[in-house]
């Protein structure tokens, strides 16, 4: 009697850690889904909400699409996919999704990825080798960028035709430091040196207050 209850109890366990395991496939397969209530909100500005909350990476040219205009962003639980084609849908850009590095643009609709060069890597302090969020990480000179997330990962797709530009990254309170943009896909870790910045002596006197 004593050993089916065990076998019992052993099937019991099996079927609650095969459960558990679906349910970490499951969440680990679902596609992201955003949620927002913003009215008379510039585009702009409702992307750098996606990034700051959903640590989505956009890359465009401000001048290519009217991403000043105001829109109105409520939406619930919808794809990143169905809530910018939505956003431009008078627009028709070309929209490309890369992980969490989202492209747009209206130029190089009849680009294709492989018009484009990855460059990704961490970025640490050299003074402690932690990673460096939220650096800011450009083509030196135009306007298309991104910045790397809160573990110092960053992955920047950039057309070939900028292969003669430099890359800047640059923090606030470190050294900024640019790189020639390689000829093709490349992972590109750096440290950051922290700035220091000399004041001039102050000095300071007791001054008797007249009686």
Known sequence: MKIYR??????IIFQVVELMAQ???KNQTAPLTISSDYKNIPINHYLDSLHQQYDLHFAYDPSSLPFDSVIDARYKAQTLSFILNDIFKNYQPKIEISERQ???SSAYRNL???????????IVSSENNKPLPMVNIALKGKAIGTTSNHEGEYKFLIPRKYTREYIYFSSVGYQSQNFPLPLGDTILNLSLN??????????VSYLKAAD
């Open 6 to 11: 065990f076998v019992f109890i052993l099937i």
């Open 23 to 25: 349910d970490d496939l």
């Open 102 to 104: 989202i492209i747009i």
């Open 112 to 122: 294709a990825v492989n018009d484009y060069i990855t460059i990704r890597g961490v």
């Open 194 to 203: 922290p700035l220091t910045i000399n004041l001039e002596e102050i000095k």
